[in-house]
């Protein structure tokens, strides 16, 4: 990650890098990494599809519980809020009752949790 030490501050992507501002700070970095393509077909990468969709369900689980509460989330959220509310859903989702991976259900999960209580 490279610093914008310009009067021109860029937002955005030329060729193969990708201008963009973070706390302020205008950072430039470099495209990389392996084509979406091969993760999405090949055999090797069957696990990261896999964790992806884990993360997917605990993301989606996390904005519906901001959903219902946004009035309250309103005053009180920061920037991290959403971060640390997929981590609290990805550990609820480890209450499941076993599930293959990227099958895990979270409503499984609470009434399992409710019953050891």
Do not use: H
Request: charged fraction near 30%; include cysteine; charge should be positive.
């Amino acid at each position: 990650m490279a610093r914008q030490k310009s009067f021109l501050k860029i937002e955005g992507t030329l060729d193969e890098l990708t201008f963009y501002k973070s706390d302020g700070e205008y950072l430039v970095k470099t495209k990389g990494g392996i084509s979406g393509d091969r993760i999405a077909n090949d055999p090797a990468f069957q696990r990261t599809r896999e964790n992806g969709s884990e993360f997917g369900m605990s993301a989606t689980a996390g904005k519906q519980l901001r959903t219902a509460f946004r009035n309250l989330m309103m005053t009180a959220s920061d920037k991290l809020v959403t971060s640390r509310l997929t981590k609290v859903m990805t550990d609820v989702k480890i209450w499941t009752l076993p599930m293959p991976v990227g099958k895990g259900m979270y409503m499984r999960a609470l009434t399992r949790k409710e019953k050891q209580c």
